[in-house]
């Protein structure tokens, strides 16, 4: 019973009516389950509980001396005015040679706008790009915050199932199957959060020959993972000549040079996508961040096969892959496919369904990774958070020593459901 009558009236009254007076836009739109684990992680360790955090999508590297150098810099030579909305010519130069440097694509500055991280510049494409009603498909699993941002736009996401035996990658086929006449762009990611999986060149060839029939689909390609690659090279689909107008590539610096606090991505797009960005942009945000800028200046410039710091972040980001998917493949009923990018590994769990332990059953990825939070004291994210209801994402940002213990401690909570 509320000791102040009146106040908890008054209070739960407002309650209501702030609730009444929310957009239906912001009713409809979902929590992003990454962040919800971590903040969940951070009370239990709060409250004096030995988590550990398998959940967090940011590199544990710090950001290279020589880039917090230029920021330091730009301080002292007062770059701490309003910027261009879409971001200093000399950046905007950088990203366009660092994309003939690195790619083999040549973009001029125009067509590059700087906004505040990838997820910013991919809900600049969307908005863009998409009317109510108009479809975008979004193979699964894909990173949370797509199928939101579609919505967002009034746009209806389509997901396209993939599964663990073909590494989590659509086919041309597919592809082809799911386009319509309401089809308005392909969203994905490669390499690929939440499954660390990779497009090669012959299946981007195979993807780019059916979506070149349909010179009004838009092709939105996240390659904020691209400096974390164990394979040799990296591909995109915008080096397909044919999709040249077709093609809204989007990358930043936050995980390639562990930079996630600086807030800074980009798009590299067709001309009028590039310019109606930035109109966009300039009524909501503005330009970002001025010593973000020159920070990314500094980062960009630097070839990443010369930069030991990136080199040896990539090393020990495939030295963790390999010891956990080691320590996976003892746990009976965790199946696992080789992530060849990103810093996650994402395993179908199945096998737990339908099982139990005292008075908790598991259902789904949601139960099973509440369950490793309150019994083993390690939290990942459900795999439901990105379309993949039978998987949960592991992310190896973290010491040897905790994943090791980590995968200790569910090993030992897992057996225990029968």
């Avoid at 009516?17 to 951070?42: F, G, I, V, W």
């Avoid at 020589?66 to 879409?86: C, L, S």
């Avoid at 010179?215 to 040799?232: A, G, P, Q, R, T």
């Avoid at 689909?237 to 077709?246: G, M, P, R, S, V």
């Amino acid at each position: 019973m509320c000791e102040n009558y009146y106040f908890c009236y008054s209070f739960n009254i407002t309650n209501r009516t702030m609730n009444n007076a929310l957009s239906n836009r912001l009713k409809n739109m979902s929590e992003s389950e990454t962040l919800a684990m971590s903040q969940k992680s951070r009370e239990l360790k709060e409250k004096g509980q030995d988590i550990i955090n398998l959940s967090i999508g940011e590199p544990d590297f710090n950001t290279p001396a020589f880039i917090k150098e230029a920021a330091k810099q730009a301080i002292d030579d007062n770059h701490t005015h309003y910027p261009p909305v879409a971001g200093y010519p000399e950046l905007r130069r950088a990203i366009a040679e660092k994309l003939q440097r690195d790619n083999n694509l040549l973009f001029d500055p125009g067509q590059i706008v700087v906004s505040a991280g990838a997820k910013h510049s991919i809900t600049n494409a969307i908005l863009s790009i998409v009317d109510p009603g108009d479809e975008v498909l979004v193979p699964a699993p894909y990173w949370v915050s797509y199928k939101e941002i579609i919505k967002l736009a009034q746009g209806v996401p389509v997901v396209m199932e993939t599964s663990i035996e073909n590494d989590f990658k659509i086919t041309p086929g597919q592809l082809e199957k799911a386009i319509n006449a309401k089809t308005k762009a392909l969203l994905y990611s490669s390499p690929c959060n939440p499954s660390g999986s990779v497009y090669g060149k012959e299946e981007l060839k195979g993807l780019a020959a059916v979506l070149t029939n349909y010179k009004n689909l838009y092709v939105i390609s996240d390659e904020i993972y691209e400096l974390i690659n164990f394979v040799d090279k990296h591909y995109t689909i915008a080096a397909y000549e044919c999709l040249k107008d077709q093609v809204i590539l989007i990358n930043g610096v936050s995980k390639g040079f562990a930079m996630t606090g600086w807030r800074l991505g980009y798009m590299a797009a067709p001309p009028a996508i590039a310019k109606a960005c930035e109109k966009l942009q300039g009524q909501m945000t503005s330009g970002i961040t001025t010593l973000s800028q020159y920070a990314a200046i500094a980062a960009l410039r630097a070839d990443p096969s010369k930069t030991p710091e990136i080199i040896e972040m990539v090393s020990t980001f495939r030295e963790r892959r390999d010891m956990v998917l080691d320590l996976l493949q003892s746990i009976p009923g965790m199946k696992t496919n080789q992530p060849k990018g990103a810093f996650y590994i994402f395993p179908d769990i199945h096998a737990y369904f339908g099982t139990s332990f005292g008075n908790t059953s598991i259902r789904n990825s949601k139960d099973l990774c509440m369950y490793l939070l309150e019994e083993a004291g390690v939290a990942m994210v459900p795999g439901d958070a990105f379309g993949a209801p039978g998987c949960i994402r592991i992310s190896y940002a973290s010491s040897r020593e905790l994943l090791e213990e980590a995968v200790k401690r569910m090993d030992k909570a897992l057996k225990k459901l029968s």
